[in-house]
């Protein structure tokens, strides 16, 4: 079955909420995304938000490549080819994760759907559904609370707080929620490379217990320093802006390892098949999986789902990224119940285009 045409637009969407990390505070996004249509009239969507700050592209790039005549070469190709033109796209487009993200989730779509099987029954559901974290921005104690109660009467029972900015008030906002909260919720917190060795180490022993994980704690290209850690401490963080590909995830793995979680993100690494090479090596290594996201449309969030429950070592999910679009330009993919991500067990990613 052939490739009949491909087509590529953007979308500027407002957030329901503006939120503020480390380094910035985000109150729209610009999402791209690219539809493969094959002959018999089957859509393959694909969509991506690179965030500029860790992989240097920009919607604007992203959506420049996927209307080259490069990626207008695949018209007539026949879909069941569609991992060699995952990897030549790789191939001319290095370093451009959100443009590879693009194609690859709009040719697995298509797949899938040319087969009639979801693309995670093609690889294998490896382990049960999980509850994603969703997240806080970094605001007033007081107003995260506030927040989090709104979460807690969705169903919501696991919680991710941004951090970074000031240790001292981050170890307050931890203790304040648990004390609010007690066990109704569980705890990750994101420093975004907020953090020096001598906070983290007083953000570890001052929040004992009570935070599950701390994502990415000080600045890529600093990881050697948290091998100062205790084993034990270490098996806590989660490598974020450090973890691009394969490549650095097999410089991480190597002993002593500084992190203990891989967070995988299509928009970093470029895909579900790029995704699942880092997979492979955090499993050898003994390396947990953490599944995380951007700003980002149903369509790759979907695809995020499908991949993390196709490896045996994923153990965590934070894929809250549609959420708060104020619209998203397709629907279906997955169910929320409870704060638990189901897939909808159609073809393909089980997502069809909207408007």
Known sequence: MRINSINAWSEKLPLTKPYSIAYKTISDT??????????????????????????????????????????????????????SMIDETAAHFPNRPGTLAAIDIALHDAFGKFLGVPVLDFYGQK???????????????????????????????????????????????????KEAFGDQFTIRVDANQGYDITQLRRFIAATKGMAELIEQPVHKGHEDVLTLLSSEDRKLLVADESLLDAGAASVLSHPPQPFGVYNIKLMKCGG??????????????????????????????????HAAYSCPNTKYIDLDGSFDLSKDMADGGFILKDGYMYPNGKPGLGISRLG
């Open 272 to 305: 579900i098949k790029a995704a699942k090479a880092i997979a492979t090596i955090a499993q050898y290594a003994g390396i947990d999986l953490f599944w995380g996201c951007n700003d980002e449309s149903l369509v790759s969030i979907t695809a995020a789902v």
């Open 127 to 177: 382990i049960e559904p999980l509850a994603t974290s969703i997240t806080i921005g970094i605001k007033p104690t007081s107003e995260m609370i506030e927040e989090a109660k709104g979460y807690r009467a969705q169903g919501f029972h696991v919680l991710k707080i941004k951090t970074g900015h000031e240790v001292e008030e981050d170890i307050e906002r931890v203790h304040k929620l």
């Open 30 to 83: 610009d999402l791209i995304f690219v539809e493969f249509i094959l002959e018999n009239g089957i859509s393959g969507l694909g969509a991506a938000n690179p965030f500029p700050e860790v992989v240097g592209e920009t919607a604007g790039i992203t959506l420049a490549n996927l209307r080259s005549e490069f990626v207008q070469g695949f018209v007539g190709r026949d879909i069941r080819h569609f991992n």
